[in-house]
């Protein structure tokens, strides 16, 4: 599908992998330029190198990064302006979450935890908005469904999560009327962690459709599989294309119908 992003420049963090490649790969076969960056080195460039062969040097940029590195993600906002002079969308898509309880989670896990989560939504942010104001352009935030329906043993990320929420509710409301801030809030998506929790399954007879199958219904997930990354790609590319013009300050649930809020 194609979602108007012709003559666009968008930037994705945490490009190299899951959710985030998987919308790099949208938003380029959409027609937008893609600056991405990522902390693996060796990682990102083995992907870039795809991504350069399947779509063109002129329109992938990446760089190695922590988010976390103020200094390095302003560098690399001015790359991206002197590259390719505008940034249309900002697509901050955070890291994993930390398994753990209260009764296990120490002062330093929960600073790690908060510091991560909000600033790798703030960093790019400061970093990019010159360049979103001029190009009136959006932001859309790959949040989880803990924000609103927290998991006992994820007590540390759940909490994280829902003041990231928090964060960009406030965002649509400062930002406006020049830039959109969205988000979506993912379910159990088939990538990352659930891939390595799968090769690490007990019984390695067992297909990774059946042990997604299985883990669906053990989590009650309506649809009864694992989401995509792809699926997920779809939905923040919706968010950040024209089709999506009057939508600020929402979320967009990606879950496979796991939410039990209102």
């Known amino acids: ?37 990522a902390r693996t080195e060796s990682r990102l460039s083995d992907v870039a190198a795809v991504l350069v062969r399947d779509h063109g040097q002129d329109r992938v940029l990446a760089r ?8 390095a993600v302003k560098t690399f906002a001015g790359e991206v302006e002197s590259r390719f002079g505008r940034c249309d969308l900002l697509v901050n898509n955070a890291g994993q979450g930390r398994i753990s309880t209260f009764a296990d989670t120490g002062d ?11 600033f790798s939504q703030i960093h790019p942010t400061r970093a990019f908005l010159p360049m979103l104001r001029r190009a009136k352009g959006a932001i ?3 949040n989880s469904l803990l924000a609103y329906q927290p998991e006992a043993h994820m007590v540390c990320t759940s909490s994280a999560r829902a003041g990231v929420q928090n964060l960009i509710k406030s965002l649509s409301v ?43 219904a053990k989590k009650g997930i309506p649809l009864g599989r694992l989401g995509d990354a792809a699926e997920a790609a779809a939905a923040i ?26």
């Open 237 to 262: 590319a919706f968010l950040g294309s024209p089709a999506a013009s009057y939508i600020t300050g929402a979320q967009l649930e990606v879950s496979g119908g796991l939410s039990r809020h209102i």
């Open 140 to 142: 859309v935030a790959v």
């Open 108 to 118: 330093d896990d929960w600073r790690a935890e908060f510091e991560l989560k909000l």
């Open 1 to 37: 599908m194609h979602y108007g992003y012709d003559g666009k420049v968008a930037v994705v963090t945490g490009g190299s992998s899951g959710v985030g490649l998987a919308t790099v790969q949208t938003l380029l076969q959409s027609g937008a330029s893609v600056a991405l960056c």
């Open 174 to 216: 400062e930002l406006a009327p020049d830039i959109r801030v969205n988000s979506i809030l993912l379910g159990l998506i088939g990538s990352g962690q659930w891939l390595r929790r799968f090769a690490e399954r007990e019984d390695q007879s067992q297909s990774r459709a059946d042990w997604y199958a299985a883990l669906a």
């Open 64 to 71: 190695a990064l922590s988010v976390l590195d103020a200094d």
